[in-house]
């Protein structure tokens, strides 16, 4: 972004600010918006934008890769990291999103004490708060830490999906309903669908399912951020279910 200022002599400089790149078509969309239009079309533009206009710091939130897994998401995701290589680039991967996949809209309905789990259950995820990856974009952007670089972001521990149920129900008194898919559902889903949003959930669930750790702890030692873990998280969101009901 370019901004317009002044030098000590009232000579007019020009001076950029850093671009944070965060829009998805996943979850928050307007009519017409697609993977292929949001996640990489116009990702692709935003980072020709930048390069032509010579802005040198692209902060971009993306997600973690599992190369057994490709739908149009994943490719979208790589092709836009591609496309800002020749920046001042800083790639955010980010684990799953605690406020997204631990939320009813994904079949973890913690108001009425149901859990949806993606694959056995049993394979650690390092579940992170999107207020958390937040603070790691403006850390680089702002402090110039971790330029040119691709940051892995996780939570503060690797949780089993069963562990997390089990939390919630210790924050909640009382005992979940759980329903599992299984990898060979997850499977046949993203093989046989033709809608492009459609495959990158079923992707994303056979990749939920196949778990995801992350060490944090060489990463806080230059970003020192204070992580939300899950029982935080859990805490915080069955307060107001519990006044409800």
């Not at 559902?185 to 492009?196: G, K, M, P, V, Y």
């Amino acid at each position: 972004m370019l901004l317009a200022d002044t030098d000590a002599s009232g000579k007019r400089i020009r001076r950029y600010r850093p671009v944070i790149s965060t829009a998805s078509s996943t979850l928050l969309r307007q009519h017409g918006d697609s993977i292929e239009s949001v996640d990489l079309e116009r990702q692709l533009t935003l980072a020709n934008a930048a390069k032509a206009s010579g802005v040198k710091r692209f902060v971009y939130v993306s997600f973690r890769n599992d190369p057994t897994v490709r739908y149009p998401l994943t490719e979208a995701k790589r092709a836009v990291e591609r496309a800002i290589m020749d920046l001042d680039f800083t790639s955010i991967q980010a684990s799953w999103f605690m406020e997204v996949w631990l939320s009813p809209a994904l079949g973890f309905d913690f108001v009425h004490g149901k859990a949806r789990l993606y694959g056995s259950g049993s394979r650690p995820i390092s579940w992170v708060s999107y207020r958390d990856v937040a603070e790691f974009c403006i850390a680089p952007a702002l402090r110039g830490i971790a330029t040119r670089s691709v940051l892995a972001v996780g939570g503060p521990e690797a949780l089993t999906p069963a562990e997390v149920v089990g939390i919630f129900e210790e924050e909640s008194g009382r005992k979940f309903e759980v329903e599992t898919i299984s990898e060979e559902i997850l499977r046949n889903q993203l093989a046989s669908s033709n809608d492009s949003l459609e495959k990158s959930f079923a992707g994303l669930m056979l990749q939920y399912a196949h778990g995801d750790t992350i060490d944090m702890r060489s990463l806080l030692q230059s970003i020192p951020i204070r992580l939300t873990s899950v029982r935080q998280y859990a805490r915080a969101v069955l307060e107001p279910a519990q006044r409800v009901t």
